[in-house]
């Protein structure tokens, strides 16, 4: 693994000196959807298992490089591989690439033209999966900047994802539960303070359409790389109700510039539990105890 996340951290390293940039910025309906009939492309793309995971990273690392009009880049499937860590990175790494770039053009996030004897350009395409051409969301929302409220509310937010999530390796070290779980926490904290975040567990499964598996696996994660604390917060309706609490979560950006293996020599492991239950709320109350 840690020959894996050298790698990476040398790709990414190259591929930042290219794109000169500090965040790469996602729109927010790609990580949480306002309706709970409609499930957000994150969570539909991580509904593939360990194939969900490769086509996220991927695509996060297509939006990271594609920096300008008309958003393509022309990379190998064995540069990708290697950027989010995949073993053998030349062989069954480019080959579970290729897998997840084929996904992603059928499900409309991509464009691919590809020519004999050349690599596949690839041009990115709306990460809400509406097949649009890409267009980039801060230019978007200074569009709008000064119009009336209503328009501004139906402009799509967006999210400020750090470099360093490539560059110090955590796009390779974590799994699809941890980057979804990080993806949302960055999302919830946006424009604000990260500390003290909160969503019930139906809110969660509304919003994000992850199970209940997924984000207890994820913030269990977080927490074991000290990227999130988990806190019991009361919940004070009057001094008469009955005194309940909830979890609440401060995700630790300052953590992103740390490469992931120190990150986890720091980190306590012992508040992560090896199998998390199904019962979110049963493994945030442990987590939060310890």
Do not use: C
């Not at 939006?63 to 064995?78: I, N």
């Not at 053009?105 to 041009?123: H, I, M, N, V, W």
């Not at 990115?124 to 900047?145: C, F, M, N």
């Not at 424009?191 to 909160?198: A, S, V």
């Amino acid at each position: 693994m840690d020959n894996d996340l050298a790698t990476a951290r040398e790709v990414a390293s190259q591929l930042s000196e290219r794109a000169q940039r500090d965040s790469v910025p996602l729109r927010a309906g790609f990580i949480e959807s306002s309706s709970p009939l409609v499930v957000p492309p994150l969570a539909s793309l991580m509904r593939g298992g360990r194939g969900g995971e490769v086509k996220v990273k991927v695509l996060l690392s297509i939006l990271w490089t594609a920096t300008a009009a008309p958003y393509s880049v022309r990379r190998g499937a064995r540069v990708w591989a290697a950027l989010i860590g995949l073993p053998d990175p030349d062989g069954k790494g480019a080959a579970r690439v290729n897998d997840a770039l084929r996904t992603l053009t059928e499900k409309k996030f991509l464009k691919s033209d590809r020519r004999p004897g050349k690599t596949a350009q690839l041009t990115l395409l709306s990460e809400l999966q509406t097949g649009a051409e890409y267009t980039h969301p801060g230019e978007a929302w200074a569009a709008v900047k000064g119009a009336d409220p209503k328009v501004r509310r139906r402009t799509q937010r967006y999210v400020k994802l750090p470099v360093s999530l490539w560059t110090s390796g955590w796009i390779a070290a974590l799994d699809g539960p941890g980057l979804a779980m990080l993806l949302i926490l960055l999302s919830s904290a946006r424009g604000r303070d990260p500390e003290n975040l909160w969503f019930t567990p139906q809110v969660a499964s509304d919003r994000y359409a992850l199970s209940e598996t997924t984000r207890a696996r994820g913030i269990a994660e977080l927490q074991r790389y000290g990227l999130v604390s988990v806190y019991r917060a009361p919940v004070m309706r009057d001094q008469i109700s009955p005194r309940r609490f909830r979890n609440t979560f401060t995700l630790h950006t300052e953590k992103f510039d740390e490469r992931p293996e120190v990150a986890l020599e720091v980190a306590s492991t012992s508040m992560v539990p090896k199998n998390p239950p199904i019962d979110i709320d049963a493994v945030l109350d442990a987590l939060a105890s310890k």
